[in-house]
């Protein structure tokens, strides 16, 4: 009886090599890289029989790329992507999948030269990564199927390869038994996705190198363990070290004196080369020591603290197709953060990754190629996790990861996969790698008993849960009494948490300061490094970045698949500043004259780094110097600033001024990573206790009616003036400033919802306290549900009053949404002060009010031909209550088209707290400028967009928006959190936009500098 090849729950079959680490050597191999015939059938049965004779005529066959996915070469004609996170895109009925298998018939005629292959030597045929199962003949002859598409899969093709012309058959099914176990957060994209290569293995060739280099903290010394599968003797040659020795099969243990240990701070290489009779191998070799002691994971002896990301492979348009330049500068981007761990969820990388995090410093957690998460909404009935008929693929899959990348000093763990509950073929992968490598500990989120993993981690949890495991109390999420105490001698990770989807995520600084409460927790991973939006276009030809849904699937996860620090062509979100100033190892502080400085970096003192001050009144520097302060790794050094660090400058007209003292730490020389002169840190303070008044004192002229003096305002036009304002006398709306028309102010309650505003996987903090709740809150509406029941996002003014009261023009307006009883008295009160228009705002919300509200502010209406703006305030990105710790106070500048963000859906951005002066230019119109006044508690911050927030409301996607017809000028006196909710806690209270009264002053002016 045959075995479908389809079905079968089998690792793969043919001459499978041994797995084997990635090695770089001078043995012969060919590239099979590039075009190859191509022909697509939407199922098995339509895909011609004879494709993999030798003799068939493809000439009107396709050409495709390899690697790429067949989906991203021809969307539509050849299938299309699809996106979900957790269910499968097809009936759960373990192990057969739909007769609709789309299926790709790939071809590739090469030659092989005479002699290539010497004697002896084998022929194995190397699949970087297929998905999902792939069926291979070579010249005719079915040599094997490779299944498990992120892990290699190498073939004995000897017998079947010829010197001269040969023909590569490979069939791709999309789907198969092992999309079961395959079920990443991610896009399901077929296709022969990694390198094809065929190597010329020789006969007593160096087939398997293991050099395990430990490092001795305590003495400083280091040990080479070789482990050896080839020819012998083997000479092993390292200069650095004074190595030329030797080996044979005994392959002693080697002390090699002292070194210099590897670690993410310091990722010191060794060149190391092994070479027999017949092969040459280079490896780059970092000693360190990988322990765990009780509750502490140390490297060197040092306890670690990831400041980490998890990330997959994605380009934006050839999705899981290796991209080195794109990865050297996504990881350069990460060094420059602050990021030192990366989680490769949810498979193995490509190798080439690991050889950049050995040299560039991360701490890895390198994860296997598993994860059946569509088994939860079955209550894991069938999980593949607990069946013996699937152990072989597991353990295979675990195998191939470690042999493959054992060599590696960045990895420091090895995780068994994702989310797929928990079972017997988990724990027998422990159990093999346990044996197989005990110097690395073992990682696997959903062991929350910890039968059989040496870390406690943990996805998305609150803030209380934190501190409830760390005291061990709690039932640990996994509803095993005790579980918690029993964990407490290990340490602890967060796998996933900060949800960076769209504007967000709020909170970090909370976590941080609960790592820092309890040593257990090791720290953690955001969820994740880059957006996944396909690269797309309409049909007139505007470029968008598609998500879930997109493509007409069946089911699918919307925009669940755009949650990165980045967005899908690699622009960085202000999230990224802002987890790196949170987390910053180098931590900067000024109080009362004194700078204090802390390294908490796992190696090296802050020599490499240059500490310079700067002293600026109203945003412009006065005075500027230098520090001599140099920290140890874990020490705190401090300095008394210099009085003129201090000082208070005031200009010559005698006017007050707002000062602010900045602290920075800059690289004192170029680095891989960054360039002398990168700010590594900072530090801010406000050097006056108070802050100065900016609104004129008193008024200078009093409203009136229009005189119809000819200029189109007469009582006919229904206009009051007000200086050189206009207003309409009969809703007192402001209709322009001198030359310059403008629209509102109007009261605004809506913010186009964030992601994390609009989703509600965790809890709601509006419903029920977390102190209470210990971080759960409650099951409910999103708020941004909340919200709309409400009627924030249909508010509607009426007009109570018009009137001129003593110097002022004071409109009335009480703002209620149909159907709801509680509303919002807002009063208006105009002033003309010199040359100044001052705006007065008092909103007082009535009794009733069972929601937060996304904002509390104004919004105006300016014309389109606005292009840039300039502003004294918080900068230079957006930011919120929740995410404010990058946020300095200066002088910025920036188009407008540039404030805000283009997240893959349109949502609320480009907040900005705390606005001194805001000054918008463009051409042929007098530059507009707008103060605020400090008397208040907080000044009100301003958005700057082109579009209102009832427009970004409407749009799925950016394409989507209108073409601008003004610029909305908002600003608010609050603005709501952030926090995580989209997949992680919801907005703290202490952060929330409950209902209050708020008030606070802006003043307008024309053609003046900001």
């Known amino acids: 009886m045959s075995v479908d090849p389809i079905t ?137 199927v490779v299944r498990g598409s992120r892990l290699p899969q190498e073939l004995d093709v000897t017998p079947e390869l010829v010197t001269g012309a040969n023909l590569l058959h490979v069939r791709v099914h999309q789907w198969s038994a092992m999309s079961y176990i395959e079920d990443q957060d991610q896009w399901w994209l077929p296709g022969i996705f990694r390198e094809v290569t065929l190597l010329a293995r020789p006969a007593g060739g160096l087939d398997d190198v293991w050099l395990s280099a430990d490092y001795d903290p305590a003495t400083g010394a280091g040990t080479l363990r070789p482990e050896l599968r080839g020819g012998y003797p083997v000479r092993l040659a390292c200069a650095e070290l004074g190595l030329d020795l030797t080996l044979d099969e005994s392959c002693p243990e080697l002390l090699v004196g002292a070194v210099e240990p590897w670690s993410a701070d310091r990722p010191r290489l060794y060149d190391v080369t092994l070479a027999n009779a017949v092969e040459t191998v280079q490896l780059r070799v970092g000693f360190r020591r990988v322990e765990i002691v009780g509750d502490a994971w140390l490297v060197n002896g040092r306890r670690l603290r990831l400041r980490g990301v998890n990330r997959h492979e994605f380009h934006q348009e050839t999705g899981r197709v290796f991209n080195a330049e794109q990865t050297w500068q996504d990881l350069l981007t990460m060094k420059r953060h602050h990021l030192n761990a990366i989680r490769t969820s949810h498979y193995p990388p490509h190798p080439d990754l ?39 693929c597991y353990l295979d899959r675990a195998e191939r990861m470690v042999e493959r990348d054992k060599n590696h000093p960045s990895i420091v763990s090895w995780s068994l996969g994702n989310e797929s509950g928990t079972g017997s073929n988990l724990a027998a992968m422990a159990a093999w790698i346990r044996r197989r490598d005990p110097g ?27 501190d409830d495991l760390a005291a061990g109390l709690g039932d640990n999420r996994s509803g095993v009494l005790g579980t918690a105490a029993r964990l407490l001698d290990r340490p602890m990770i967060l796998c996933e948490y900060l949800h960076a989807m769209g504007n967000g995520a709020g909170g970090i600084a909370d976590y941080e300061r609960t790592f820092d409460a309890h040593p257990m927790i090791h720290g953690g991973f955001v969820w994740e490094w880059r957006d996944h939006g396909l690269l797309s276009r309409t049909p007139d030809g505007r470029a968008f970045h598609a998500y879930g849904g997109d493509f007409g699937e069946e089911l699918h996860d919307g925009s669940f698949v755009c949650d990165g620090m980045t967005l899908s062509d690699g622009t960085a979100t202000p999230m990224l500043a802002e987890f790196a100033a949170v987390v910053n190892p180098i931590k900067l502080a000024i109080d009362r004259g004194i700078v204090s400085l802390t390294n908490l970096r796992h190696a090296g003192s802050t020599s490499d780094l240059v500490i310079g001050w700067r002293l600026e009144a109203d945003g412009v520097a006065v005075a500027e110097g230098t520090l001599a302060i140099v920290a140890a790794v874990g020490e705190t050094v401090t300095v008394s600033l210099p009085q003129e660090a201090l000082a208070r400058v005031a200009p010559a007209t005698g006017a007050s001024v707002e000062h602010w003292l900045t602290v920075e730490a800059r690289l004192a020389q170029d680095t891989v990573w960054a360039s002398a002169g990168h700010v590594v840190s900072s530090a801010q303070v406000g050097v006056d206790a108070v802050r100065p008044a900016t609104m004129p004192a008193r008024a200078t002229l009093r409203p009136r009616f229009g005189d119809g003096d000819g200029d189109g305002d007469g009582d006919g036009d229904g206009k009051i003036i007000l200086g050189e304002a206009r207003f309409d006398a009969v809703t007192g709306t402001l209709s322009s400033l001198g030359p310059v028309p403008l629209g509102g102010p109007w009261l605004e309650l809506w913010r186009a919802p964030t992601e994390n505003d609009r989703l509600r996987t965790f809890g709601s903090y509006e419903l029920a306290d977390p102190a209470a709740t210990r971080g759960l809150g409650l099951d409910g509406p999103s708020s941004a549900e909340r919200w709309r029941h409400a009627g924030l996002d249909r508010l509607h003014p009426r007009v109570v009053s018009v009137g001129i009261e003593r110097d002022a023009l004071v409109v009335r307006h009480r703002v209620a949404a149909a159907g709801q009883a509680c509303a919002v008295e807002v009063e208006f009160a105009w002033r003309w002060s010199v040359d100044r228009l001052v705006l007065a705002v008092d909103a007082q ?23 840039d703006a300039a502003w004294f305030g918080t900068g230079p990105n957006e930011n919120y209550p929740d995410s404010r710790a990058a946020a300095r106070v200066g002088r910025f500048r920036a188009a407008i088209d540039d404030l805000a963000v283009t997240y893959a859906v349109p949502q609320e951005t480009g907040h900005r707290a705390d606005l001194r002066t805001l000054s918008v230019t463009g051409p042929d119109l007098p530059g507009l400028t707008i103060r605020t006044d400090a008397s208040g508690r907080q000044r009100p911050g301003f958005t700057l967009a082109r579009h209102s927030a009832v427009e970004l409301t409407a749009a799925a996607h950016p394409h989507e928006l209108p073409a601008p017809t003004a610029t909305h000028l908002y600003l608010d006196a609050h603005q709501h959190g952030l926090g995580s909710r989209s997949c992680g806690p919801d907005v703290r209270p202490e952060h929330a936009l409950y209902p209050r009264a708020a008030a606070w002053t802006v003043s307008f002016g024309l053609a003046e500098a900001p």
Do not use: K
Request: net charge negative; with cysteine; charged share 25%.
């Open 354 to 392: 690991l050889a950049m995090t050995d040299e560039l410093g991360f701490w890895v957690i390198e994860e296997c190629d598993l994860e059946t998460h569509g088994f939860e909404l079955l209550g894991w009935t069938g999980n593949p996790s607990d069946d013996p008929a699937w152990r072989a």
């Open 845 to 867: 919300p009535t009794t009733g009010w069972r929601t937060t509200w996304p904002r509390i502010g104004v919004h105006l209406t300016l014309p389109t031909e606005y292009r």
């Open 8 to 144: 079968a729950i089998h690792p793969g079959s043919g001459r499978r090599e041994r797995p084997r680490a990635h090695l770089d050597s001078d043995a012969p191999a060919l590239d099979l890289s590039g075009r190859w015939r191509f022909q697509f059938s939407a199922e098995p049965s339509l895909a011609p029989v004879d494709a993999h004779d030798p003799g068939l005529d493809d000439t009107g066959w396709d050409a495709i790329d390899v690697p790429s996915h067949w989906v991203l070469q021809r969307p539509g004609e050849w299938g299309s992507p699809s996106y979900t996170n957790v269910v499968y895109p097809f009936p759960v009925e373990p192990p057969n999948v739909p007769d609709a298998n789309p299926t790709g018939d790939y071809r590739l005629a090469f030659d092989v030269a005479e002699g290539w292959l010497a004697d002896g030597a084998r022929a194995v045929l190397r699949f970087g990564g297929v998905e999902s199962v792939a069926i291979v003949h070579l010249n005719g002859v079915e040599v094997g």
């Open 440 to 466: 690395r500990p073992i990682h696997y989120e959903g062991d929350h008993a910890g039968a059989y993993t040496d870390l406690n981690s943990r996805m998305y949890p609150p803030i209380e849960e934190l």
